[in-house]
């Protein structure tokens, strides 16, 4: 049991850390632009202190191009801020579609580096699990990674969640599928240890071209 929660641990550290510098390689690229465009406004100020004429519409666009990464920073905080408040219970009860449409904002450039297009496809009804959000964030997260390290040329994947309420599951779906990805199917102590955890089953799907999660445990 020690071992586990070591390992597990150990996961929940690499999937924080893996977020938190993707979003604060995001935010520095805001604030980089953020710089360059006061500096353009110094500039001007300049310009204006010589006597020049001041360019107005210069000026309001760059006003704009500053608020708007100040938003995007914003968000980004966000979203960090979220994940960060993920650890205050030790269990919840928990909307799948919700949070994995987090996940996927959260790790959006993650993916878009993969060049790999996500799509979610809602349920028929909410599906509510009793679980850690933390880990279960976590969970997602390697789901969705998997299978866009298992996409073919078609690079995109499949979101859905199934229509039994009683044993709610997410879905993954990736068209033609790498063989040796769907062998070795989360196949590491690190996806053991999390899976057991959250009491989650992996399946492949009818046609071995995708997997689900499922909870066999549901409240």
């Known amino acids: 049991m020690a071992r586990n929660e070591q390992i597990l641990a150990k996961t929940g550290m690499g999937f924080w850390g893996r977020m938190s510098a993707s979003a604060t390689h995001e935010i520095k690229n805001s604030l980089a632009i953020i710089n360059e465009n006061a500096g353009l406004l110094e500039d001007l100020a300049l310009i204006a202190e010589k006597g020049l004429p001041l360019a107005?519409?210069?000026?309001?666009?760059?006003?704009?191009?500053?608020?708007?990464?100040?938003?995007?920073?914003?968000?980004?905080?966000?979203k960090l801020n979220h994940l960060s408040h993920s650890v205050d219970?030790?269990?919840?009860?928990?909307?799948?579609?919700?949070t994995t449409r987090f996940v996927l904002d959260l790790a959006g450039r993650i993916v878009e580096m993969q060049g790999v297009v996500v799509k979610i496809r809602s349920p028929i009804s909410p599906l509510v699990v009793d679980?850690?959000?933390?880990?279960?964030?976590?969970?997602?997260?390697?789901?969705?990674?998997?299978?866009?390290?298992?996409?073919?040329?078609?690079?995109?994947?499949?979101?859905?969640?199934?229509?039994?309420?009683?044993?709610?599951?997410?879905?993954?779906?990736?068209?033609?599928?790498?063989?040796?990805?769907?062998?070795?199917?989360?196949?590491?102590?690190?996806?053991?240890?999390?899976?057991?955890?959250?009491?989650?089953?992996?399946?492949?799907?009818?046609?071995?071209?995708g997997f689900g999660l499922l909870w066999t445990k549901s409240s």
Not at 133 to 159: G, H, P
Request: hydrophobic content about 35%; proline content about 2%; charged content about 30%.
């Open 89 to 98: 219970l030790a269990r919840e009860m928990i909307d799948l579609e919700k």
């Open 131 to 209: 679980t850690n959000r933390f880990y279960l964030q976590n969970a997602i997260w390697r789901a969705i990674d998997t299978a866009c390290c298992s996409t073919t040329k078609e690079k995109q994947v499949m979101i859905s969640f199934g229509t039994n309420t009683t044993i709610p599951s997410i879905w993954f779906s990736m068209g033609p599928a790498k063989e040796d990805k769907m062998q070795d199917l989360f196949a590491s102590k690190e996806d053991q240890a999390l899976m057991s955890y959250l009491e989650i089953t992996i399946e492949k799907n009818d046609e071995d071209n």
């Open 56 to 78: 107005t519409e210069r000026v309001k666009d760059i006003s704009h191009r500053l608020a708007k990464q100040v938003q995007r920073a914003d968000r980004i905080l966000k």
